[in-house]
Nanobody, 113 residues
Framework: QVQLVESGGGLVQAGGSLRLSCAAS????????MGWFRQAPGKEREFVANFRITGGITYYADSVKGRFTISGDKAKNTVYLQMNSLKPEDTAVYYC??????WGQGTQVTVSS
């Protein structure tokens, strides 16, 4: 079955950068998109960014536009989230997904003031 393995989360100071990775394995050949959601304490899970496989179109939440960049490596079945100019409000558990149907376990991102 499909498996998603996330990495890259951690602790970073405000203004710093992190790059999250999500490697997919299994039968993902029919996937249409891969992306990221995040969930901060006490809040609902929210959309962050999405990479449309067909056409390579990307979408971003307004809160991260200009700071985050989503990209993919087709050969490795991996999607990345480059996060720059991080803010404390970016602190959350970040979840990668395929077609919003398959989800990783999440990786913690903590941005200190």
């Amino acid at each position: 079955q499909v498996q998603l393995v996330e990495s890259g989360g951690g602790l970073v100071q405000a203004g710093g950068s992190l790059r999250l990775s999500c490697a997919a394995s299994g039968r993902t050949f029919s996937s249409l998109a891969m992306g990221w959601f995040r969930q901060a304490p006490g809040k609902e899970r929210e959309f962050v960014a999405n990479f449309r496989i067909t056409g390579g179109i990307t979408y971003y939440a307004d809160s991260v536009k200009g700071r985050f960049t989503i990209s993919g490596d087709k050969a490795k079945n991996t999607v990345y989230l480059q996060m720059n100019s991080l803010k404390p409000e970016d602190t959350a558990v970040y979840y990668c997904n395929i077609d919003r149907a398959y989800w990783g376990q999440g990786t913690q991102v903590t941005v200190s003031s």
